[in-house]
């Protein structure tokens, strides 16, 4: 069982940043990979960025690649994803999750964040 919790929403700007994070319980964070997801209203939850257990490889969607960035520590048993030039279309609630068993189908949730941008 992983539990995960995530942290650092808000409200920002067209144009700001922010820097979500995720604390995850239990002693096999390493051999999870990790992602982040986002849900706005009437649409479906969609992977953004995730990252591969070692943290070497990472993968983003077409719409924020060059603009997010995933990264892991996995000392601190924490994965973030590191958030610029937000635009009001990144308006969503971002769920962190854990994968191990198929790529595109996580084993466990947070319980979300939500991101505001304003125009």
């Known amino acids: 069982q992983v539990q995960l919790v995530e942290s650092g929403g808000g409200l920002v700007q067209a144009g700001g940043s922010l820097r979500l994070s995720c604390a995850a319980s239990?002693?096999?964070?390493?051999?999870?990979?990790m992602g982040w997801l986002r849900q706005s209203p009437g649409k479906e939850r969609d992977f953004v960025a995730r990252?591969?257990?070692?943290?070497?490889?990472?993968f983003y969607a077409d719409s924020v690649k060059g603009r997010f960035a995933i990264s892991r520590d996995n000392v601190k048993n924490t994965v973030y994803l590191q958030m610029n030039s937000l635009q009001p279309e990144d308006t969503a609630v971002y769920f962190c999750?854990?994968?191990?068993?198929?790529?595109?189908?996580?084993?466990?949730w947070g319980q979300g964040t939500q991101v505001t941008v304003s125009s």
């Open positions: 999750a854990a994968i191990r068993s198929n790529w595109d189908i996580p084993d466990y």
């Open positions: 239990g002693r096999t964070f390493s051999s999870y990979a």
């Open positions: 990252i591969i257990g070692s943290g070497a490889r990472t």
